[in-house]
């Protein structure tokens, strides 16, 4: 099946639509041998790649340049430097054409015997194309290999200093791809990240930066299905189809060479073997090709192509529509961005808000208030948050906030969880970072303490493990009315039930929907950076926690929302949506409702600041030393997490008495209900 083809189909757009016009770039992709062993590479390329060009299809490509004058040659690989016939090809190449592309792994530039490259470059007047696809070091050595990020920046000063990006005949662009199953954000708006960063941190220029969405085939392909991503990432290539694209798809203009000689479409289809075929049925080589006789011929496709045409569509040369091509907030790298944007620069602090989501009008339970106090005043007014999602006990435990800002609740925590104790923020937004990290020195002062007992992180919420959060290391996770932000949600409460201990509690304040949010919504700027436009449905809430193996949580609180600008309320309609705290923890024995076993519950009234009773959710009110008639899973959320010692549990699971009749407690004006069971 061809989803390719379907997907033309259904936008009633014609196959005759991809067909190929007059060839004006040859690209020779010189084989599979690479110093780097990259995780998206589509061609497998590594050390052991044995697939070489030779001498004679290096000169048959020259004869068929001095015979077809074409606009652009365009070598790759593998690292296509390391090919025995490189430097000839380009020598020789260079005067039949117009513009003559070499793509670099850059790291290439420093092997032995490769150190005089960057000279060799700017004497033939190469236009570089070089990989970099983020401009942290994290992120790229996690993708290329370690100590690849330093590498790179090594070889992209020697290129600056031979004069590359420095002038027009001396082009250096950069290439971006996503790390995972994400389509790239706006290619202009990641070339102000990526100049910001390169030219603050390393003097580093660069000319373009060039957005490429990963293939699904071979090694990124097989790195999918053992993530079990293939399914999800074929979705959303599909729902981010854009027919805009399809006009100025490369496979139309281009015409790749494989290392012996046969041609394709693209080098995507060389990679799957997917060869042009003369009438015979035989695979057309560049020795034989007469290039008019592909003009007009339907072109090779398959599902695979529905990454070129996603979003804002992708090539070898970049993204192919402008971001005004496609403004909905509809895949995960742009909502991302999106959200990036709004929080940091949009935002100046949190009256510039439109709507009650992110705004807490709880009053702060003590100790909360009192270490409100304590804090910067920078840090309270940039900081956007819909509850107070401090849980008590913290004392000497360690906590993670997802989605921390300006770190306004890790330094509530660090102050309640003392020296003994650590709380860590993990953000994407580096505005928001850069607030809370310039306080920490003042802060720990105001505490009284003598060790620092916070570390801000960026990082992605969806990817724990990237910003160094280990397995079962966390005894409490908090969040602010961030989660309803994230693009990939099932992610979040994995990572979340993957990092907290046995036992461990989340607790977090977010905004739910009464009904799940239509894609007009979502794809509004405004509504999805106010915490709107992503909010989960709370019944879709319940299934995908259900899913990361939390059957039961618990709500702590809920306030209905208000919405007084005109054009976003008349964008909602009939949506509701409630800010709402909840608990839920990580048990192996919970059950999908609520059980009898006859268990009695006592709280013994020595949780500080709560002597007299404890509400464990909206219709769980302990009362101290009053026994309580509770469920199996109430009764194992008291006894195997650290609210253990302040309650005796009476009784075990031995004897069954059916389900326990216990629900939510009553709401009104149509309010969300409770958890997925008591």
Known sequence: MNAFLNVLEKNRIGRSAIRRAGLTTLQVNMGDLCNQSCAHCHIEASLKGKK???????????????????????????????????????????????????????????????????EFFRANR??????????????????????VFEKSIKALNLLNQQGFAGSRELQLDLVYNPLGADLPGAQEALRADYTKALEANYGISFNRLLTITNVPI??????LKANNEAEEYSQLLENSFNP???????????????????????????????????????????????????????????????????????????????????????????????????????????????????????????????VLKNIEPEILAKFYGCGSPIPPLLEGRKVLDLGSGTGRDVYIVSSLAGETGFSTGIDMTEEQLAVAEKHKAAQMKRFGFRRCNVAFKKGYIEDLKEAGIGDSSQDVVISNCVINLSPEKRKVFSEIFRVLKPGGELYFSDVFADRRVPEEVKSDPVLYGECLGGALYIEDFRRILREAGCPDYRVVSTRKLTVDDPRLAAALGNIAF?????????????????????????????????????????????????????????AAMLSGTRYGKHFRVVGDTAVHYGAFPCGPAPRKDGEAGGGSCC
């Not at 040659?73 to 296509?80: C, E, N, S």
């Not at 979003?311 to 529509?321: F, W």
């Open 52 to 118: 070489v060009m030779s001498r004679k299809v290096v000169d048959e490509i020259l004869a068929f340049l001095k015979a077809n004058k074409l606009k652009t040659l365009d070598i790759t690989g593998g690292a296509p430097e390391l090919n025995p016939h490189f430097e000839y090809l380009v020598g020789a190449a260079r005067p039949l054409v117009g513009e003559l592309i070499v793509r670099s792994n850059l790291t290439v530039l420093l092997e032995q015997g490769k150190e005089h490259l960057p």
């Open 126 to 147: 190469v236009h570089l194309i070089c990989s970099l696809p983020c401009y942290t070091k994290e992120n790229v050595d996690r993708q290329r290999g370690a100590g």
């Open 218 to 223: 071979k090694r990124f392909g097989d790195s």
């Open 244 to 370: 805009s694209t399809l006009a100025t798809l490369m496979c139309r203009t281009f015409l790749s060479v494989g290392h012996d000689g046969r041609v394709y479409d693209c080098d995507f289809n060389l990679a799957l073997g997917y060869a042009l075929e003369d009438a015979d049925g035989g695979s057309m080589t560049i020795g034989e090709l007469d290039p008019r006789e592909l003009e007009g011929r339907e072109i090779m496709t398959g599902g695979h192509c529905l990454a070129c045409t996603a979003g804002s569509g992708s090539g070898c040369q970049g993204a192919l529509t402008g971001e005004s091509a496609c403004p909905r907030v509809n895949d995960k790298k742009d909502a991302k961005e999106t959200v990036k944007e709004y929080y940091g620069k949009v935002l100046k602090t949190g009256k510039d808000l439109k709507t009650s989501a992110c705004c807490s009008v709880e009053t702060f339970p003590e100790p909360v208030k009192t």
């Open 578 to 634: 409630y800010s709402m705290t909840i608990r839920a923890f990580k048990l192996a024995d919970l059950e999908d409702i609520c059980e009898d076993y006859g268990q009695v519950a006592y709280y013994q009234g020595t949780i500080p600041y709560h002597q007299h009773q404890f509400a464990l959710d909206d219709h769980h009110l302990f009362i101290a030393h009053k026994p309580m008639l509770v469920c199996g899973n109430t």
